[in-house]
């Protein structure tokens, strides 16, 4: 039987941009239950139970009573009224519900191309590798979460961390699939691959950092820039600080690493525009990147100033997504 190349891909374009959207999505309702301190509000995992919201005062009094178990509540939210536990709730069922959704989205399609496409040398079995991480990325929010429920009165920040990356691997693994079936062109003029890879590595790495800050709520301190309440270091901490097992426990020092490696990402990024003129290499895609890079700092200054404004924080997150995004493009046209 004859199969179109055409119309595999044609679904395939639709299938991975569906879900490229969703996993941004998914990233940024999660980013929202993290600050809005919405993410111990569901105490259960509930992977196949919990689908519906409650539907009644009684069902409401039992999530809320499950919730008043918790160290959260217990130290820090012991005066939550009932209407406002359900403003948090409400934050973290959305998250859950649209990684379901994610879940579901991952797969059917993948199934539904193993057979009626079975007989084509277009299909691609690693797109099941797709739907391998997000069922990992289900394991490992729930296994956040759980670091919340027993000793602590907020989840691991190292956790959240992990749970966040992971997240962006599948975003860049779809991102990647996405340039693959529209041929992207390269470009022709190559870049040095070790300098892509560590430019890549410090943007990585930033983003990381961020999450620690936001787990430790990092943020709320030092709300001055350039200097960190008039001091460069830190004004509480002394240098043997930094050489510390936990110094990354330590919100003073993940912030003053996050604005270091900020200032890193904009003299690398001079480097790479430098780069790109040198070798002719077209520069539109480098611009698109310099106004992720721009607006991610400017975003990131007025997180940091307003002491954690919630749309600035947001605006924050989904710019990191804009940054990686762009910069994967250029290292997929400077790929062989």
Known sequence: MFVNKDNINNYLKVWLFTMYFLVISMIIVGGLTRLTDSGLSITAWELFSGLLPPMNIDKWNFYFSEYKKIPEYKLVNFDMTLNEFKTIFCWEYSHRLLARVVGIISIIPIIYFTFKFKKSPFYLKKYYFIFFLICIQGFLGWFMVTSGLVKNTDVSHFRLALHLTLALIILMVILWDIFKLYNVDKFITKISTLFLFFLFSLLFFQIILGAFLAGLDGGLIYNTWPDMNGFFLPNEIIVYDFLKLDS??????????????????????????????KEKIEFRYIMIFNSAITLQVILGIFTLITGVEIKYASLHQIGSIFVLSSYLLIVYKNSN
């Open 248 to 277: 990354f426990s330590n919100p003073s020092i993940v912030q003053f690493y996050h604005r270091i490696i900020g200032y890193l990402i904009i003299v690398f990024t001079l480097i790479l525009n430098y780069l790109f003129l």
